[in-house]
């Protein structure tokens, strides 16, 4: 049996504040399966998105341990920990976050480039990717001429496209109309689970906790499990732990 | 006025914002130091020249002034008694230098001391104190045995008596004898000509305020006798100072004067000659003065490029604060508060830097002065408060006038509404063609302006605004440039290349600035270069054709271009007697009164079979020394004199010999480095004919074939040896000795040049700061997506790179007009001098590489910061 994507022990994190320190997690201890779609639940500045930051290798923790893939992320230095992340995870931001000097398809070559993949077949899966969120005709366009939802949709090509086993997402739909953010959910949804990616997604948005197998509630720096709505579509059962 | 909460939105955004202020207040205080260190410089040099013309002129009005051979001693008598002169007072004065204080010199100033009171007012009774008497001629009271005190006053008659009996006797200033440690009847050994004198300190002359303290440095009083003796010339005066009443009477004596005038002689208001010089020495200040500026207009680009910063970080804050009610006029005081917070500032920080920069520029300044014009000894820094009003002005005016545009800019942003870094982008790309327009119209506008026949000044204008019109059409030429490199960027690094091109563009409303502002300070380096390495290299042709003989010899003199000492007679004999000797030219170097004031006038005993290999702009020598049957009164003049005189081929120069006024027949014109002011060469034959002056200056020794060098020039030291100290330089020693002149005189050109760069270092360093706060979010987006720490250290690297590549590419066009303007305009309006300009591959490369490294310097660090940034951090600024 494969062990977990993702493996958090014991984990906190704090802030200085001027003099005094603020607790944002403390002990927090996580497993996530493979192709498991968890969702991070919780009031703003609760330590949501602290979490993934520190799942992906971008903060470090205070205290504790974060284990991607058996990789421990906190025994890393900060370029062996950039190469692991730019090879194994892909990254969906509330703000999309595309290079704006970049046009739609080189932002989705960027991340191939840096793995040394944005060969002919590199250039190929873009181009397919871009097809799948139905933006193929808008591969040479600049971020700034496609609309809210289009750039999510290509934000979540370019998390997938050099093909990393752990997607993560910070509030993803949390910038989009109602309309926009269901189908953008869908397609996010869709291509990971086809292609039995691990996620773990950030968010305020009824929604996204629709598509979670698992739900966690950031409240006083831990995780509490949150029961998942009847009829939701997240598969049930994935070997799991929460503090 | 703003209220006090906006007051305090501008403070704390300042501290917010450390490195932002920190670098517009060192740009700005940079620029002002250097200007006005240059002012401070100036004005000091200035004021010196200024106190040392007067300590001589005194209160004269007019003065009768000798030629070559100054004026027979006969002539104030004739003044005096015949002519009813009744105010004249006779004047011998010189440059010597003290013996044994190194680099100290003084003005000799020989008066006749019963003439002198109505002159010269610090003579007077109550400022003298004479030498080691009291009034009544004891002994200094209480003073104890081998103890001396200063006497007390003692009355003026036995000063003058000391003075007019004792050879040698001289007044002091009291802080200068102080300084040197001399009392009253002390011995001060001076070198006049070469020649050791031991002088006397008959008395101490107490200046009565600062200006007569100022007045008196540097001089030395003493009988007309004695000044004589000193310089060598018996019976002789150098000019009789006149006050003349500016009624009938006195234009009638006046008349009466110019009559009687001795052959050679010329009769000129008080301070012409003085004048003469002093317009030499401003024409290379305002050299000076303009290059300072130029380090402001830099710092210009900074403070401009700060207040834009500051105000599109704060475009939400000001559509916030419009849609809460805050007027348009509130914004805009609040803008320029901030702006006038940092020029005050920043300018009082300059202010404090320039005082300290002065004494530095003013021992450079000065030395020029020295080499080319004029024995100056500067000691004080004149802090001249016009000079600190100007550099205020300056500093806050420049800082009020670059944060204008920003102002406006703020003034613009509709309430609530927040636009965002593209759309503001978008309109500066959009501004491009309307600036590179404007940029073009400059161009023209400052071309038609070098055209005009407008001096100096002119030229400087036209200059600087050239240069604004190259910094306006820089954004569009680098869009170009970058629109080419583009593809190559991409093709060699991929997208990271694709993004350290593009990023460049997007942020064209920062990089622009950043990049024009380093292009006018590296077209001013590759400008000043250029023009000095083809002065450089015209001078060596110009000396190659103008030192043909083996070895000179010349008495030691204090201005280091000009052979006013001259050589005894007997020992001018006994050099050219020298075994070894083929043959021995002289040179003489007087300056003659002519019409159009004093002339530098060169008379060379030349082999007409080796004559010296000028360069001719017009005509020839050949009639001056080919054909010289000693008949002739041809001569040729150089270039500098024919641009200032507007002297030509078949013109005439008129001059006052001692046979009367003559018109000598210009027969070339030709390339010349060595004066500013111009010379007329003749040949001495002529020279003779018509000057009664058999003075040398120097003597032009070929060896004969065959004769060993060294051999030949100890014996001339040998020979020269005991009699009068002279100077005997091998051909290669006096071409390295004139090099290291003309080295020494644009030392202060590479400083200003480097103080230039260094601004706008300060304000690429500036810009990319601002930038990294900018694109904190898009670097941390690049880390979280895998871009190493190295790797955006390297993409930022490379951006400034290009930024300085870019600039140093555009200065290349910008140096090489900086430089044509300043060999065919500035030098020609300034010096009178022309030459071919040299733009040697090598300089405009150092340039480009000067302008990359100083880019890549001033990116080392935000690249840094940027690189270590924890992507975290900007993300949760989201």
Known sequence: MPGPAVELLHVGKTYREGDSERAVLSDVSLAIAPG???????????????????????????????????????????????????????????????????????????????????????????????????????????????????????????????????????????????????????????????????????????EVVGVADRIFDVQRSRLVEQPVAPGASGRSGAPARSA | MIGRQLARIAVRHLARHPWQLGLAVLGIALGVAVAVSIDLANESARRAFSLATVAVTGRATHQVVGGPSGLPDDFYRVLKVELGARLAAPVLSGDVAAADHPGRTFTVLGVDPFAEAPFRPYLEAEGVRAAGTTAGGSSVPGAAAGERRDPPPRDRLSTVAALVTRPGAILVARPTARELGLRAGDRLAVRAAGIRRELMVAGLLDPADEASARALDGLLVTDISSAQEIFGAPGRLGRIDLIVADDEAGRALLDRIARALPPGAELVAAGARAGTTAQMIRAFQWNLTALSLLALVVGMFLIYQTMTFSVVQRRPLIGALRAIGVTRGEIFALVMTEAALIGVVGTAAGLALGLGLTRGLLALVTRTINDLYFVLSVRDVALDPLALAKGVLLGVGATLAAALAPALEATGAPPRVVMSRGALESGARRMVPRVTWLGGGLLAGGAGILALPAGIAGGFAGLFVLMIGCALVAPAAALGLLRLLQPVAATAFGTLGRLATRGIVASLSRTAVAIAALMIAVSAAIGVGIMIASFREAVVSWLEGTLRADVYVSAPSLVGNRSDATLEPALVARLAATPGVARAGTSRGVLVPGPGGPVQVVALDVDPARPPRWRFRDGSSEAVWGRDDGTGDGVIVSEPYANRRGARVGHAVRLHTDRGDHDFRVDGVFYDYGSSAGVVVMSRRTYDRFWDDRRVSGVAIEAAPGADLGALMAALRERAAGDQEVVVRSNRALREASLEIFDRTFAITSVLRTLTVAVAFIGMLAALMALQLERAREIAVLRTLGLTPRQVWGLVTAETGLMGLLAGVLAVPGGLMLAGILVFVINRRSFGWTMPIDPSPAILLQGVALSVLAAVLAGLYPAWRMARALPADALRDE
């Open chain 1, 36 to 206: 498991e779609i968890v969702v991070l639940v919780g009031r703003s500045g609760s330590g949501k998105s602290t979490l993934l930051n520190l799942i992906a290798g971008i903060d470090r923790p205070t205290t504790g341990r974060v284990l991607v893939d058996g990789t421990d992320l906190t025994a890393l230095d900060e370029d062996a920990r950039t190469r692991f992340r730019r090879r194994r995870i892909g990254f969906v931001f509330q703000f999309f976050n595309l290079i704006p000097l970049l046009s739609v398809e080189e932002n989705l070559l960027l991340p191939l480039e840096l793995n040394g993949k944005a060969d002919a077949a590199g250039v190929a899966r873009a181009r397919g990717l871009l097809e799948r969120v139905g933006l193929g005709d808008r591969g040479a366009s600049l971020p700034d001429r496609l609309s809210g939802g289009e750039q999510q949709r290509v934000a979540i090509a370019r998390a997938l496209v050099h093909d990393p086993a752990l997607i993560l997402a910070d509030e993803p739909t949390g910038t989009l109309d109602a309309e926009t953010a269901a189908a953008v959910l869908a397609l996010l949804d869709g291509l990971a689970r086809e292609a039995g990616k691990t996620v773990v997604m950030v968010t305020h948005s009824r």
